[in-house]
């Protein structure tokens, strides 16, 4: 019983334009959502996060858009750099259960020169 | 600052030994976790601790068992190695205050294969 889901296992954008990654949850109590990076090789890093009292959060680049009532998120990077090609992670936890974070598969993001 | 420190890096493994995977951190995180990662999968918890002395099991934890006699170190033992336990390893602490509350630091990992 997958609780996160990445359903796209890859993909592959231009640099410059806009790359969507996307993630499902099936859990209603989760209330706050992270996004990881993986290089090969490395540990994952943390990227952004955004808690169930938003719809969006903005980092730079990157912003997480929350939509509860389809517990479905996404993390757009705008605009897309040939750096940013690694594994995303999409997590989520419920309140006070830092311990019961969930991640998703993974998404592979190839940002092409 | 060392952040959180995995060894060994890489290691193979027969069917039935056993070893140890060492993670050491100088954050001082209260919480610490071991996660396995196999090829194509998510991150699955093994084991996690919120403090000295204290250890829960995850969600596989089955064939694994830790220890935390001090806040530093967190190491994973391996008692009987199956080929199903060949994956990757990441040891990680969580940040618990402050505006980036919340977000796990992760080691580099341990690369284990068992034949």
Redesign the interface.
């Known amino acids: 019983d997958q609780q ?1 889901k ?1 359903n796209s ?1 890859s993909l592959s954008v231009q640099e410059g334009r806009i790359s969507i990654l996307n993630c499902d949850y099936t859990n209603s109590m989760f209330d ?1 959502f ?1 996004w ?1 990076k993986k290089y090969p ?6 990227l952004i ?1 955004i808690s169930s009292i938003k719809d969006k959060n903005e980092d730079g680049r990157f912003t997480v858009f929350l939509n509860k009532s389809a517990k479905h998120l996404s993390l757009h990077i705008v605009p897309s750099q040939p750096g940013d090609s690694a594994v995303y ?1 999409c997590a989520a ?1 419920t309140q006070g259960g ?4 969930v ?4 998404t592979k993001l190839t940002v092409n020169p | 600052n060392a952040g ?1 420190t995995q060894t060994p890096k890489f290691r193979i493994l027969k069917i039935g030994q056993s070893m140890t995977l060492q993670c050491t951190q100088d954050m001082n995180h209260n ?1 610490m ?1 071991w ?1 396995r990662q196999d090829p ?6 093994i084991y ?1 601790s ?1 403090g000295a002395g204290i250890t ?1 099991k ?1 969600e596989v934890p089955n064939g694994y068992n830790v220890s935390r006699s001090t806040t530093e170190d967190f190491p994973l033992r391996l008692e009987l190695a199956a080929p199903s336990q060949t994956s990757v390893y ?1 040891c ?1 602490t ?1 940040l ?1 205050s402050g505006r ?1 509350a ?8 341990s690369r284990l294969t068992v034949l």
Do not use: I
């Not at chain 2, 194509?40 to 918890?45: D, E, H, I, R, T």
């Open positions: 996160v990445q296992p706050y992270l990881y090789a490395e540990g994952p890093t943390f996060s992670f936890q830092s311990e019961k974070l991640f998703g598969k993974g | 959180v919480y976790y996660y194509g999968m998510g991150l699955k918890l996690y919120v829960d995850g990441f990680a969580l618990t980036r919340g977000e796990l630091f992760f080691g580099e990992g």
